[in-house]
């Protein structure tokens, strides 16, 4: 399983870091994303990194602000989110192959 901590409440402009640990697995030869679903919304995916190259993608909305990186020693991929904005209020899941986390709550208030 995918196991999430971090979240939170925080004000517009403030920080966060997410984590996903693998639980009871290791991560490889990896493609793991993040999404969010906000209220009413579909699920949309926001970064991603792969672990051939390292290679990261981020959503045009989140990029810039967000970095994504992982940690294979600990099997465990972080999202730090900077600048945080009213908008990027909803649950965060990260994925890996057929696993889902179990969704963080990230709330920005204005």
């Known amino acids: 399983q995918l196991v999430q901590s971090g979240g939170g409440l925080v004000h517009v402009g403030g920080s966060l870091r997410l984590s996903c640990a693998a639980s009871?697995?290791?991560?490889?030869?990896?493609?793991i994303g993040w999404f969010r679903q906000a209220p009413g919304k579909e699920r949309e995916g926001i970064s991603c990194?792969?672990?051939?190259?390292?290679?990261?993608l981020y959503a045009g909305s989140v990029k810039g602000r967000f970095t994504i990186s992982s940690d294979n020693a600990r099997n465990t991929v972080y999202l730090q989110m900077n600048s945080l904005k009213p908008e990027d209020t909803a649950v965060y899941y990260c994925?890996?192959?057929?696993?889902w986390g179990q969704g963080t709550q990230v709330t920005v208030s204005s």
């Open positions: 994925k890996y192959s057929n696993y």
């Open positions: 009871g697995f290791a991560f490889e030869d990896y493609a």
């Open positions: 990194i792969y672990s051939e190259d390292g290679s990261t």
